[in-house]
């Protein structure tokens, strides 16, 4: 075993939870007004509307976040009743999210074990994801009159973060580090020991402000160790979680527009007044401005994060999900996409202008035919 490890038998989790966040999108656009609206006016003493994010935090269309029923998840021969919220946020995407607690006085070893669970495929991952689909669609539902062009994607993203409180056995956070595998629990290995490269890369992304917290983060999960227990960190990587979501969508959606533009390639011409080729093309333009607008929201999301260690964490977030890959992989397709489509509208042009040149030719032809004809 790792060095990092030998004190691990004495660490013991005293008070934590274990939040799992599944986010989806449903709409090009939610008016966060009238979802407001529709919370205080259905009812349901069940759905109660959150505070909006505290002054460190401060998104310019802050998103609404309420309550939802708890939900029961059997792991191993323990049930635990998660607290379950929902999160909407107005360029499209809502986001579900579990809180386990982790028992008092959980042992290292136990907490390794359930995150293995966690992640690989099981029978709890299945439970969380349909549980997290089942409640995605009833918030849909409920909030059907504020979203703007609905869509059902089947794709959704999917992270966990281990939040502690009060661990039993350390001193200070990084004692955390030196004491126990905080990469083999994000990444929930337990039968391999990591190599150290793996484990130095995972650390790469450690992040303290202070001796008393410590912020792990990685593509597929991360660790928050905050005494105080707010949850300022969990609510900045569920941000950029949604902008991760973005990207993916808008790829995905790109990778559609390019094959029907083949598509339509290979089935030939449909016309010469009336080509698809204009309406793919013209789609293609609304699409650039589209995606244009969301890259200033993300860019403006950058500078109102007002408090600079968070700022760090929300760059180091982008960064380690791979979000500026994906817009790169966007912005070429779109290029791509406007070019094939600018090639394809110009063959159009030259085709009707081919057409025109041949009706003048034929009228030409009958004005010539019709005078000798008048002379003769």
């Given at each position: 075993?790792?060095?990092?490890?030998?004190?691990?038998?004495?660490?013991?989790?005293?008070?934590?939870?274990?939040?799992?966040?599944?986010?989806?999108?449903?709409?090009?656009?939610?008016?966060?007004?009238?979802?407001?609206?529709?919370?205080?006016?259905?009812g349901?003493?069940?759905?109660?509307?959150?505070?909006?994010?505290?002054?460190?935090?401060?998104?310019?269309?802050?998103?609404?976040?309420?309550?939802?029923?708890?939900?029961?998840?059997?792991?191993?021969?323990?049930?635990?009743?998660?607290?379950?919220t929902?999160?909407?946020?107005?360029?499209?995407a809502?986001?579900?999210?579990?809180?386990i607690?982790?028992?008092?006085?959980?042992?290292?070893?136990?907490?390794?074990n359930?995150?293995?669970?966690?992640n690989?495929?099981?029978?709890?991952?299945?439970?969380?994801?349909?549980?997290?689909?089942?409640?995605?669609?009833?918030?849909?539902?409920?909030?059907?009159?504020?979203?703007?062009?609905?869509?059902?994607?089947?794709?959704?993203?999917?992270?966990?973060?281990?939040?502690?409180?009060?661990?039993?056995?350390?001193?200070?956070?990084?004692?955390?580090?030196?004491?126990?595998?905080?990469?083999?629990?994000?990444l929930?290995?337990?039968?391999?020991?990591?190599?150290?490269?793996?484990?130095?890369?995972?650390?790469?992304?450690?992040?303290?402000?202070?001796?008393?917290d410590?912020?792990?983060?990685?593509?597929?999960?991360?660790?928050?160790?905050?005494?105080?227990?707010?949850?300022?960190?969990?609510?900045i990587?569920?941000?950029?979680?949604?902008?991760?979501?973005?990207?993916?969508?808008?790829?995905?959606?790109?990778?559609?527009?390019?094959?029907?533009?083949?598509?339509?390639?290979?089935?030939?011409?449909?016309?010469?007044w009336?080509?698809?080729?204009?309406e793919?093309?013209?789609?293609?333009?609304?699409?650039?401005?589209?995606?244009?607008?969301?890259?200033?929201?993300?860019?403006?999301?950058?500078?109102?994060?007002?408090?600079?260690?968070?700022?760090?964490?929300?760059?180091?977030?982008?960064?380690?999900?791979?979000?500026?890959?994906?817009?790169?992989?966007?912005?070429?397709?779109?290029?791509?996409?406007?070019?094939?489509?600018?090639?394809?509208?110009?063959?159009a042009?030259?085709?009707?202008?081919?057409?025109?040149?041949?009706?003048?030719?034929?009228?030409?032809?009958?004005?010539?035919?019709?005078?000798?004809?008048?002379?003769?």
């Amino acid at each position: 075993m790792n060095s990092a490890n030998t004190g691990s038998k004495n660490i013991f989790i005293e008070k934590g939870s274990i939040l799992i966040y599944r986010v989806f999108d449903v709409a090009e656009e939610i008016d966060l007004k009238k979802v407001e609206a529709l919370l205080r006016q259905g009812g349901d003493l069940r759905l109660e509307l959150a505070a909006r994010n505290r002054n460190a935090v401060v998104v310019r269309n802050a998103p609404v976040r309420f309550g939802l029923d708890e939900v029961e998840f059997k792991l191993k021969d323990f049930n635990y009743r998660a607290e379950t919220t929902a999160t909407v946020w107005d360029y499209g995407a809502v986001s579900i999210a579990f809180q386990i607690p982790i028992s008092k006085g959980t042992d290292w070893k136990s907490l390794l074990n359930l995150s293995s669970l966690l992640n690989a495929p099981s029978e709890i991952v299945t439970a969380i994801d349909q549980a997290a689909r089942k409640k995605s669609d009833e918030v849909v539902k409920l909030i059907s009159t504020s979203l703007k062009k609905p869509n059902h994607w089947n794709f959704f993203e999917d992270y966990t973060i281990y939040f502690f409180e009060e661990v039993l056995g350390i001193k200070k956070a990084n004692d955390l580090v030196k004491q126990t595998d905080l990469p083999a629990l994000i990444l929930g290995e337990i039968k391999d020991e990591l190599a150290d490269e793996t484990r130095s890369a995972i650390l790469e992304n450690l992040f303290q402000y202070a001796d008393d917290d410590l912020v792990l983060i990685d593509w597929n999960a991360a660790v928050v160790f905050e005494p105080s227990g707010v949850k300022e960190v969990p609510d900045i990587l569920e941000f950029s979680l949604t902008h991760l979501l973005e990207v993916r969508y808008y790829d995905d959606l790109l990778d559609k527009r390019l094959v029907e533009l083949y598509d339509s390639i290979e089935q030939g011409r449909q016309g010469f007044w009336h080509n698809r080729f204009f309406e793919i093309s013209r789609e293609a333009n609304t699409r650039f401005i589209e995606f244009s607008e969301f890259l200033e929201r993300m860019g403006n999301s950058l500078k109102v994060v007002g408090d600079f260690y968070l700022a760090r964490i929300f760059r180091a977030s982008l960064r380690r999900y791979r979000v500026h890959d994906w817009q790169e992989s966007i912005t070429r397709k779109m290029n791509l996409l406007a070019q094939v489509s600018d090639l394809l509208e110009g063959e159009a042009n030259v085709r009707r202008s081919h057409f025109l040149e041949l009706v003048i030719i034929v009228l030409i032809l009958f004005e010539v035919v019709a005078a000798f004809f008048k002379f003769h």
